[in-house]
């Protein structure tokens, strides 16, 4: 019995990666929003029932896998050691070596040939953007519900979200970012180091607080009149 279970879970997952492949093929050669359901079930050798079965909507065969990301990024958070802040959880997970980003830096062109189209395929739709923000607004949620219950007697529900909200946006302000690098095709080689050179400084940012951060200077006639005026001068 149980091996007849492990057979049927083995099938049941090289049919949903053979969706998954056929779809990002598809999608990698003619953008997400030109393809339909239909097509990639034809591609794929299965019926469009057989689709939905494994993937409720075609935005679930893009990004069934990177979603899981996110996912991670929370469980992170909830397994941290006793005594860790979660800013310090959350910043090791996310600027930790690997994925893409680490293969591109290592030389694999088959990485960057992914990543570039991975993005390509995102920028160019609309609805695979949406989407984008609305699993990262989901992941927010998440880690804000986790800070609610952890800080229950000494926090407040407001706190937790505001400190979730701001650890979250530096992951999407990298993502952005490695995008923007990516489609305009600067120097791929040194990408993962500067992602991880900007998100340690963003957290080092969200560590001491916003207290002084992008203090408007005062304009220079302002301050050459203050100078006059402390010297017993007329102004200019």
């Known amino acids: 019995m149980a091996a007849d279970v492990g057979l049927r879970e083995l099938k049941k997952e090289r049919t949903r990666q053979l969706i998954a492949d056929t779809a990002w093929r598809l999608f990698a050669d003619r953008g997400f929003d030109r393809v339909s359901v239909a097509e990639v079930a034809r591609d794929a050798e299965v019926s469009e029932a057989t689709v939905f ?3 409720r909507t075609k935005e679930d065969m893009f990004y069934f896998r990177f ?23 959350v910043r090791r997970h996310l600027l930790q070596p690997g994925g893409l980003l680490a293969q591109v830096a290592a030389g694999d062109r088959e990485a960057l040939t992914r990543l570039r189209t991975v993005n390509r395929v995102i920028a160019a739709s609309p609805a695979l953007l949406a989407r984008e923000q609305q699993a990262i607004a ?18 407040n529900p407001v706190t937790a979200h505001v ?32 992602v991880r050179r900007l998100g340690a400084r963003a957290f080092t940012l969200l560590e001491h607080g ?7 200077k ?3 006639r302002a301050r050459n009149n203050t100078h006059h005026v402390a010297r017993g001068l007329p102004g200019p």
């Open 53 to 55: 079965n494994y993937f």
């Open 67 to 89: 979603e899981a990301f996110e996912a991670r990024l929370i469980e992170a958070a909830r397994d941290r050691p006793p005594g860790e802040p979660v800013l310090a959880a």
């Open 138 to 155: 989901r992941a927010t949620d998440a880690l804000a519900d986790l800070l609610v219950a952890e800080t229950a007697r000494s926090g």
């Open 163 to 194: 400190a979730a909200n701001a650890l979250m946006g530096v992951h999407r302000a990298l993502i952005d970012y490695t995008r923007r690098r990516i489609l305009a095709d600067d120097d791929p080689g040194r990408l993962a180091a500067d």
């Open 210 to 216: 916003l207290g002084d951060y992008a203090a408007r």
């Open 218 to 220: 005062q304009p220079q």
